[in-house]
């Protein structure tokens, strides 16, 4: 007999990125195990408590007994409190068949391609932007279309005309206002425009809201309101930042009937449910939602902070925004001054000469061709405002002194 033959895994593998930030993560702890002082701005967490209401409700749910299976589509209850609160919010009319309840929001990018995106299909998303997007249009054997931003004095704006180019070769479009990891938003025309694309072009599109209900001011506007974009609109809702649930993985797909039957039944598929008693606690937080405005009090207070801790860091450039919890300044002048040129070994030299963790640019999808790279994105979701001006003290000191 001869040598048995190697088992081997799928070759469609190849193509399934992730969250390198994860790795950022890592390093992070590596370096805080070995005693030094670490400052995590890599991840976009949490570390403030759920609400209590929030968490008595998970637990008057588990003493009811409610753990076992449910609906694929989500419990009633829930199902109807979200249709109530996302159309509510966004001048939408949505019944409890509008929506499936997920176990997070990233459940949504993965159903939303494999619902409506044929293998070769083109598909339009933002780069910089959240990586799994990327990930999963790849890893289902679509075709990447991936559209850039320009900075601005006041924040970043799309480029139209990479969308207006491609979207003739496209089927679906992937839109991120109050954007992952720039932190910034359209414009009214800039959300039109894109609208009328879509429109034209017969586009599905996945309006990622993830975000939405993370502002300091002014009131955010979905897609799915504009003329013509209802029917053609799947909005992914989560909980996980809202009311800081992040690792309770809760969220839904609200869009057209057809579409949300459709994740239903891969819901049935792939999980059989989402968690049931963490259901119960989701309508507890959509029927009592108080405790979110704490949370974002705090948000506020370390977006303040960060903001005014990192104007004074030379050769950075950055624009404050108005949502999000994060920044994601341009770092090429401060680069410079410590003698890097690529923001990768920038990134491992600050954490090493000064305890600061952060991403970079390219853990957010693959640079586009002659795209500046030399930005970095600060999360403060995870880290309190004394420890911000610290760390930040820090960075400032040591691109102060150069190489």
């Not at 960060?306 to 950075?316: K, R, Y």
Request: charged fraction near 20%.
């Amino acid at each position: 007999m001869g040598a048995p033959r190697q088992l081997q895994l799928a070759d469609r593998l190849s193509h399934l990125g992730t969250e390198t930030a994860f790795a950022v993560s890592k390093a992070a702890s590596q370096w805080a195990s070995a005693g030094n002082e670490v400052f995590p701005f890599h991840l976009g967490d949490i570390d403030l408590a759920t609400p209590r209401n929030i968490v008595d409700a998970m637990q008057a749910a588990i003493d009811a007994g409610y753990t076992g299976y449910c609906a694929g589509a989500g419990i009633e209850p829930l199902r109807a409190a979200l249709a109530h609160d996302i159309g509510l919010a966004r001048g939408l009319h949505f019944e409890s068949n509008n929506i499936a309840v997920q176990p997070g929001g990233k459940p949504v990018i993965t159903k939303f391609i494999q619902t409506l995106m044929n293998p070769g299909d083109g598909v339009l998303f933002p780069s910089p932007g959240y990586p799994i997007y990327e990930s999963q249009v790849e890893y289902f054997g679509g075709t990447p279309l991936p559209y850039g931003y320009s900075m601005t004095p006041t924040g970043f704006e799309i480029d139209l005309d990479r969308i207006e180019e491609e979207a003739p070769k496209a089927r679906l479009l992937i839109y991120n206002n109050l954007q992952n990891p720039l932190g910034c938003e359209s414009s009214r025309e800039e959300m039109e425009r894109i609208a009328e694309i879509a429109v034209e072009h017969n586009l599905w599109v996945l309006s990622d809201e993830a975000y939405f209900e993370m502002r300091y001011s002014g009131t955010s506007t979905s897609i799915a309101s504009l003329p013509g974009m209802g029917e053609r609109t799947v909005i992914l809702y989560t909980f996980s930042k809202r009311f800081a649930m992040t690792g309770w993985r809760l969220g839904c797909a609200a869009g057209p009937v057809p579409v949300i039957e459709a994740i239903s039944k891969l819901n049935t598929n792939d999980e059989s449910c989402t968690t049931h008693f963490v259901q119960h606690a989701g309508v507890a937080a959509l029927n009592d939602p108080s405790g979110a405005a704490p949370l974002l009090d705090e948000l506020r207070r370390r977006r303040d902070a960060t903001a005014s801790a990192l104007a004074e860091v030379p050769g950075v450039e950055f624009a404050v925004p108005e949502a999000t919890f994060y920044l994601f300044p341009r770092v090429a002048e401060a680069m410079d001054r410590v003698g890097h040129t690529n923001v990768g070994e920038f990134a491992t030299a600050a954490l090493q000469s000064t305890g600061m963790s952060f991403c970079t640019r390219h853990h957010f999808g693959r640079p586009l061709p002659g795209e500046d790279d030399k930005f970095i994105r600060l999360a403060y979701s995870g880290i309190g405002a004394d420890r911000i001006e610290r760390g930040l003290q820090r960075f400032a000191e040591w691109i102060d002194k150069g190489t």
